[in-house]
């Protein structure tokens, strides 16, 4: 058996929420080590869909200590956002050791036991920056579907050319159900399924004071809120439903099932379509942590990020963590700060 390394905390996932504990424990003087299973910081970003734009301008992307390199009413990029992770860890010379994988944790007699691809590690203290979005949810009539139709989730689509010719039906009509609508039908028909999720206009997301609001005061716990959050899409922000009828996606109802080897609708109707694309969202993967850090619904149980099962465990970046920001950049470092805090006993 190798000798397991000893580290005081380590921060599992070098993404914004990882970075974020990152730059507080350092900011605390305590040792640390970040744990990426990416091979660059930045990388998840860059995997996304290549039209992402945030909808959050600029200065309230940033991590802390340091602005992004862009006008603060600028709406970074995929690949800018991922540029300044990158930026961010290096400017900082965080102790980043990427393309590790930790593949299960356990914890007992205050330490936790962590086995990674990098062999076995101990820690004192963990925080799990590893986000929400794992493993891609498509309904199970799915695979019903006729094998020549082509299939991809929206983790796994980029740009139209990823999919074969001919019309193409998007499931979920959330943000990214309605960038990746609008992205296709520049060149093909379109189909979008999904109930409608609202629209906020883009001057309340840039408005200081509504973010205040929104990511500043806390919400009441419960894990009603995060479930009706994470199984409806998001309001749209950039698009509109005017903009969908525009670009000429015609919308409809829910997909019921499969028939003949196509999608059936909830009304009835077949669609001929080449493709379909799921923008069905995520489901929780904590397999891997301590079984009691995880509720019977496959989440965490925590209060405000710190662990309510497991000592020395904290997360970052949970939706409905602490507040309505708590999943997105914005939120991320308060919520990072409040778990180091509460982790690390008195210097």
């Given at each position: 058996?190798?000798?397991?390394?000893?580290?005081?905390?380590?921060?599992?996932?070098?993404?914004?929420?990882?970075?974020?504990?990152?730059?507080?424990?350092?900011?605390?003087?305590?040792?640390?080590?970040?744990?990426?299973?990416?091979?660059?910081?930045g990388d998840a970003w860059r995997q996304r869909y290549d039209c992402?734009?945030?909808?959050?301008?600029?200065?309230?992307?940033?991590?802390?200590?340091?602005?992004?390199?862009?006008?603060?009413?600028?709406?970074?990029?995929?690949?800018?956002?991922a540029d300044y992770l990158t930026a961010y860890a290096k400017h900082f010379a965080f102790p980043v050791r990427s393309g590790v994988t930790v593949r299960s944790h356990a914890y007992g007699n205050g330490l936790h036991h962590l086995r990674t691809d990098d062999g076995p590690l101990v820690a004192r203290r963990v925080i799990v920056a590893t986000g929400a979005l794992h493993r891609p949810a498509v309904p199970g009539f799915a695979a019903a579907l006729d094998p020549a139709l082509a299939q991809r989730h929206s983790s796994d689509y980029h740009r139209p050319g990823d999919l074969p010719p001919g019309p193409v039906l998007v499931v979920g009509a959330g943000t990214a159900g309605a960038d990746i609508a609008l992205d296709l039908a520049r060149g093909r028909e379109v189909w979008l399924s999904g109930r409608r999720t609202g629209h906020v206009p883009v001057g309340l997301v840039r408005s200081a004071v509504v973010r205040r609001l929104l990511?500043?005061?806390?919400?009441?716990p419960g894990r009603w809120i995060r479930a009706l959050a994470v199984r409806r899409g998001g309001p749209l922000i950039w698009q509109s439903e005017a903009a969908l009828r525009r670009a000429g996606v015609r919308r409809v109802p829910r997909v019921a099932g499969v028939r003949d080897g196509l999608p059936l609708l909830a009304d009835g109707r077949v669609l001929p379509v080449a493709a379909v694309v799921w923008c069905t969202g995520f489901r929780p993967d904590y397999g891997w942590l301590d079984p009691r850090a995880?509720?019977?619904?496959?989440?965490p149980e925590h209060h405000r990020g710190?662990?309510?099962?497991?000592?020395?465990?904290?997360?970052?970046?949970?939706?409905?963590q602490n507040t309505f920001g708590s999943g997105f950049l914005g939120g991320m470092p308060g919520d990072a700060a409040h778990v180091v805090r509460r982790l690390m006993p008195p210097a």
């Open positions: 058996m190798p000798i397991a390394e000893r580290a005081g905390t380590v921060v599992v996932g070098g993404g914004a929420a990882g970075l974020a504990a990152a730059w507080h424990l350092r900011e605390r003087g305590r040792p640390f080590a970040v744990l990426d299973a990416a091979r660059t910081v992402l734009r945030l909808f959050t301008p600029a200065r309230f992307c940033a991590l802390p200590g340091l602005p992004m390199p862009l006008p603060p009413g600028a709406h970074p990029t995929r690949d800018e956002m990511y500043d005061r806390r919400v009441p995880a509720g019977a619904d496959g989440w710190v662990s309510a099962t497991v000592a020395g465990l904290g997360f970052v970046g949970l939706p409905w």
